[in-house]
């Protein structure tokens, strides 16, 4: 009976175990750098795509929370692979906020979010990020559309082949210097 109670105990622990999400092994800061593809079009006039370097800081802390330039969300893991799920506000605040420091007036709205990557036996991450948002141009009344992938790799903070710069890449400048040519005259 002692044996048999000791197997399903152990059993058991074993089953929650591998349903656990933190601690986990990613767990701390990385710093990810990769290629990053950002598409914007404005309905039916006008359409760009930029592709850039671009780097951020990734910090998945043991309580099961994520955080990175200006967003946040959770993240869980199994085995190797792990999953982000980011706040769309998040999202939409960041673009909005970057948006308006180039004056242009938004209102983001996010509608596909997906961040998931894996961790490699070297001790590095690797992932892709995909997001897809409507934005509208509320002073020039005018709705379009982005897109941006990013795919990166990553190591923990303070290896020697980190990027070692927090600073973000992102919205690369000269699709809204574009924007602001076409619609601020």
Do not use: H
Not at 88 to 95: L, R, T
């Amino acid at each position: 009976m002692l044996k048999k109670f000791i197997i399903l105990l152990i059993l058991f622990s074993a089953i929650i175990g591998m349903y656990t999400t933190a601690p986990c092994s990613v767990v701390g800061t990385w710093e990810v750098e990769g290629w990053e593809r950002m598409k914007v079009n404005i309905k039916g006039e006008w359409s760009q795509y930029e592709r850039i370097s671009a780097y951020d800081n990734y910090t998945f802390n043991a309580d099961g929370t994520f955080a990175m330039l200006m967003m946040s969300g959770t993240w869980t893991q199994q085995g190797k692979k792990f999953t982000i799920e980011v706040s769309p506000d998040s999202v939409a605040s960041y673009f909005e906020v970057f948006l308006s420091e180039m004056g242009l007036d938004t209102d983001v709205t996010v509608t596909k979010i997906k961040l998931s990557g894996k961790e490699n036996k070297d001790d590095t991450i690797k992932g892709e990020m995909n997001l897809e948002m409507d934005i509208y141009f509320t002073l020039l009344d005018t709705e379009g559309k982005a897109s941006v992938s990013f795919n990166f790799k990553g190591t923990r903070a303070g290896q020697p082949s980190s990027p070692g710069n927090n600073e973000s890449l992102r919205s690369p400048k000269s699709i809204l210097q574009a924007i602001q040519e076409k619609y601020t005259k």
